[in-house]
């Protein structure tokens, strides 16, 4: 069956960055992409970006342009997502989230989500 | 990068329909038939329960229904349950190859 495993909860201080792994198995990793979802706290969800295990290639929503990074690893079929330069706002549950080929879908599947909390 | 509108909250009794609405511009709603729908329990991660405007996944009960016109989206739950009390978020696909959500609606099942 079709499984995201996520890396565990992070406590960093503000400006650290972070890095959350997402491993798939179940299905052909690179069939599909891997979108980055996260929510804060009593908060709505917002979209990241994603990536397309296919070709590596990425798009970023515009509010993370230049702080966040995502790559795969396709022997691992892992996934991963760099968020830097970190505030207390980026306090927040990650998830990852298989995604179409395409980019148009994102969310048949879901990793259970990694609670990243910055604080100093 | 604005967010897709919903209503803060509805409610409804046992048995009865709900609609939730999602407004967005013809640069995502309006402009791609890429409207997904989520329902999220507390604590737990979003599921998916329509994609392409109105298309259920596997195992989703036909009670939940998409639909769009112009550049708002529906959610409609038929026959009420209670374990329908949930956030529900929307999303699109919109121009660039990029996903945005609205900000969530809560249902209650009074």
């Known amino acids: 069956q079709v499984q995201l495993v996520q890396s565990g909860a992070e406590v960093k201080k503000p400006g650290a960055s972070v890095k959350v792994s997402c491993k798939a198995s179940?299905?052909?990793?690179?069939?599909?992409?891997l979108s980055w979802v996260r929510q804060a706290p009593g908060q709505g969800l917002e979209w990241m970006g994603w990536i397309s295990a296919y070709n590596g290639n990425t798009n970023y929503a515009q509010n993370f342009q230049g702080r966040v990074t995502m790559t795969t690893d396709t022997p691992t079929s892992t996934a991963y997502m760099e968020l830097r330069s970190l505030r207390s706002d980026d306090t927040a549950v990650y998830y990852c989230?298989?995604?179409?080929?395409?980019?148009?879908?994102?969310?048949?599947?879901w990793g259970q989500g990694t609670l990243v909390t910055v604080s100093s | 990068q604005s967010a897709l509108t919903q209503p803060a909250s509805v409610s409804g009794s046992p048995g009865q329909s709900i609609t939730i609405s999602c407004s967005g511009t013809?640069?995502?709603?309006?402009?791609?038939?890429?409207v997904s729908w989520y329902q999220q329990h507390p604590g737990k991660a979003p599921k998916l329960m329509i994609y392409?405007?109105?298309h259920r996944p596997s195992g989703i009960s036909y009670r939940f229904s998409g639909s769009k016109s112009g550049n708002t989206a529906s959610l409609t739950i038929s026959g009420l349950q209670a374990e329908d009390e949930a956030d529900y978020y929307c999303s699109s696909y919109r121009s660039s190859s990029t996903l945005v959500f609205g900000g969530g609606t809560k249902l209650t099942v009074l």
């Open positions: 392409d405007v109105s």
């Open positions: 013809s640069s995502d709603v309006g402009g791609y038939n890429y």
């Open positions: 989230a298989r995604t179409t080929f395409d980019g148009t879908v994102a969310g048949v599947y």
């Open positions: 179940g299905y052909t990793f690179t069939n599909y992409g």
